[in-house]
């Protein structure tokens, strides 16, 4: 066999790997993919404190599966805040239509994405989250994608919510592989991991390599992110997510 074959064999082996989560996702996930987004649920999960019941600040990171037949592949994820005493929240995030992709607007913080129930990653309270908060409403005004939206390998509403993370001292979130758009750094390929305890390179998104104490070594290829994550005991599979015997989210930040 020539070494062209070789090598081609290959790559199609490496690629069958890397489509193998969301092929899993496609035979056991009960999603549906046939639902108009008119119709879909948006109901909230009872993940947050009712805002008028919870007098501290709070700051608090979701994920929940795309719509439709991108939930085999990414999560969509956003962040939702309440300053002391207020009486409801405020959700961050990016979506793909209309001409400014930023929303900021008073809703549920833990609504169902389309259908997609929502997971909390990480949650902040009180004095802590009351700190954060300029900071975060300040790293909002500066994403420097409020007019793009690329579904991949980004700006998406991933690549948003990394930005605010890297931005914000103190918001050190790990967000899950799933989490296509993450990565896309613009026209950089180096920087510090959301969490900010590990470094990244990355071409556009495309391709890149991750290594942090949080985020633990994912490779990154087309987008797909595959790893391993010491600290949690797990695998990461690209569609599928983290595997383990530790569940790294929610993230209780002092």
Same mark, same amino acid.
């Given at each position: 066999?020539?070494?062209?074959?070789?090598?081609?064999?290959?790559?199609?082996?490496?690629?069958?790997?890397?489509?193998?989560?969301?092929?899993?996702?496609?035979?056991?996930?009960?999603?549906?993919?046939?639902?108009?987004?008119?119709?879909?649920?948006?109901?909230?999960?009872?993940?947050?404190?009712?805002?008028?019941?919870?007098?501290?600040?709070?700051?608090?990171?979701?994920?929940?599966?795309?719509?439709?037949?991108? &939930? *085999?592949? %990414?999560?969509?994820?956003?962040? /939702?805040?309440? !300053?002391?005493? =207020?009486?409801? $929240?405020?959700?961050?995030?990016?979506?793909?239509?209309?001409?400014?992709?930023?929303?900021?607007?008073?809703?549920?913080?833990?609504?169902?994405?389309?259908g997609?129930?929502?997971?909390?990653?990480?949650?902040?309270?009180?004095?802590?989250?009351a700190?954060?908060?300029?900071?975060?409403?300040?790293?909002i005004?500066?994403?420097?994608?409020?007019?793009?939206?690329?579904?991949?390998?980004?700006?998406?509403?991933?690549?948003?919510?990394?930005?605010?993370?890297?931005?914000?001292?103190?918001?050190?979130?790990?967000?899950?592989n799933?989490?296509?758009?993450?990565?896309?750094?613009?026209? &950089? *390929?180096? %920087?510090?991991?959301?969490?900010? /305890?590990?470094? !990244?390179?990355? =071409?556009?998104? $495309?391709?890149?390599?991750?290594a942090?104490?949080?985020?633990?070594?994912?490779?990154?290829?087309?987008?797909?992110?595959?790893?391993?994550?010491?600290?949690?005991?797990?695998?990461?599979?690209?569609?599928?997510?983290?595997?383990?015997?530790?569940?790294p989210?929610?993230?209780?930040?002092?």
């Amino acid at each position: 066999m020539s070494r062209p074959v070789k090598w081609g064999l290959r790559v199609l082996v490496f690629l069958a790997i890397l489509l193998s989560g969301p092929v899993f996702m496609v035979a056991c996930s009960n999603m549906d993919t046939s639902a108009s987004w008119r119709d879909a649920d948006r109901s909230s999960a009872g993940l947050a404190p009712l805002a008028a019941e919870s007098p501290q600040a709070l700051v608090q990171v979701y994920g929940a599966r795309a719509f439709s037949w991108r &939930g *085999y592949f %990414a999560i969509h994820t956003w962040i /939702a805040t309440k !300053q002391e005493g =207020a009486d409801s $929240y405020t959700v961050h995030e990016v979506t793909g239509w209309g001409a400014n992709k930023v929303r900021s607007y008073r809703s549920l913080p833990d609504r169902a994405w389309y259908g997609a129930p929502p997971a909390l990653l990480a949650n902040i309270s009180g004095e802590a989250a009351a700190r954060l908060i300029p900071d975060i409403e300040q790293a909002i005004a500066d994403y420097p994608y409020p007019h793009t939206y690329e579904a991949w390998p980004g700006p998406n509403s991933n690549t948003f919510v990394a930005w605010i993370i890297r931005q914000v001292s103190g918001l050190e979130v790990n967000l899950p592989n799933t989490a296509i758009g993450k990565d896309y750094l613009g026209n &950089g *390929y180096i %920087a510090e991991t959301p969490s900010g /305890a590990g470094y !990244q390179l990355s =071409a556009g998104g $495309y391709i890149g390599i991750l290594a942090g104490v949080r985020e633990g070594l994912e490779l990154n290829i087309l987008g797909l992110s595959l790893g391993v994550d010491p600290r949690h005991l797990a695998v990461k599979l690209p569609g599928v997510g983290s595997l383990g015997l530790l569940d790294p989210w929610p993230q209780t930040l002092p």
